[in-house]
């Protein structure tokens, strides 16, 4: 049982399922009629295996880190041998690939690009500074994308895309920031740690005033609707004008991560801008 349990940690359960639903949603925001259901449930089944396979390689590249930072994890406390997750690591890369040539050419095309995207960055990328928090904003916005190719409608994926890159690359920063004494402490060479927190400041002001600029764009292009602007003006553009001035206030770590999940409401809110405003 124990077992068990441990192959099921190892691919984090909740980010399966995070993973799942973002693609029932991409699909949702794309859809124009005629789509296949079952596309659209391999779409999400493959999205979150590839994920799931991307954390079991990014512990077999943190093990020896983790022996010290996290124990009790199941490569480093020794319940998963390091060969049982390569081979479990492959198993589950094979069944998504597989599985997505079902869906089109194109969904596994994007399938195989995240995968790699995953290795590199558990093997190089998240060592570089702002390596990491580009691979992990692009892979959501590809999630969107992935959603959209299952539905045939990958043009209507573009903006929530776009939307969803933008905000994680923001949240992404801010997670540097609420991190940065602990990075600095094991030698992780974040982007505030590097160019310090006045410079992660002003990127992430500079990005929020893009994201703000950019989630007008779709209602003055004509491809959403008054619903849609609505949504933005309220709440979306509101939240975040709120999210810059308590940055430039308080740049504490109890602040940062209040702010990251004030970034992940605003996100919800722009899904819902998305959907309703089509």
């Known amino acids: 049982m124990k077992k068990i349990s441990a192959y099921i940690n ?49 512990d077999i590249y943190d093990l020896n880190g983790d022996k010290v930072n996290h124990p009790l994890r199941p490569l480093p406390s020794g319940i998963i041998s390091l060969k049982a997750a390569l081979v479990y690591y492959f198993i589950l890369l094979a069944a998504s690939l597989f599985l997505s040539l079902y869906i ?23 060592r570089i500074t702002l390596g990491g928090n580009l691979t992990v904003s692009l892979l959501t916005g590809l999630t969107f994308i992935y959603g959209g190719i299952a539905v045939n409608n990958i043009y209507n994926s573009i903006i929530p895309a776009l939307f969803a890159f933008l905000i994680n690359l923001i949240r992404e920063i801010v997670k540097d920031m609420e991190d940065a004494e602990g990075d600095m402490r094991e030698g992780i060479i974040s982007f505030p740690s590097k160019y310090g927190v006045k410079t992660a400041k002003n990127t992430i002001i500079a990005l929020g005033t893009l994201l703000m ?50 970034l992940k409401l605003d996100m919800v809110f722009g899904l819902i801008a998305l959907y309703i405003g089509r």
């Open 213 to 262: 600029l950019f989630s007008l764009f779709p209602y003055i292009n004509g491809n959403y609707g008054s619903y849609y602007i609505a949504v933005i003006i309220i709440l979306v553009i509101p939240v975040l004008i709120y999210f810059l001035i308590s940055l430039l206030k308080d740049d504490s770590h109890k602040n940062m991560k209040k702010l990251s999940f004030i």
């Open 104 to 126: 089109s050419n194109l969904n596994f095309a994007v399938n195989l690009i995240a995968v790699l995207l995953l290795y590199l960055y558990s093997y190089k990328l998240k």
């Open 10 to 58: 190892i691919v984090r359960p909740l980010n399966f399922l995070i993973t799942f639903f973002t693609v029932i949603i991409a699909a949702a925001l794309s859809y124009q009629g005629g789509y296949s259901s079952v596309k659209v449930f391999l779409a999400a089944i493959t999205a979150s295996l590839t994920m799931s396979a991307g954390n079991i390689i990014n």
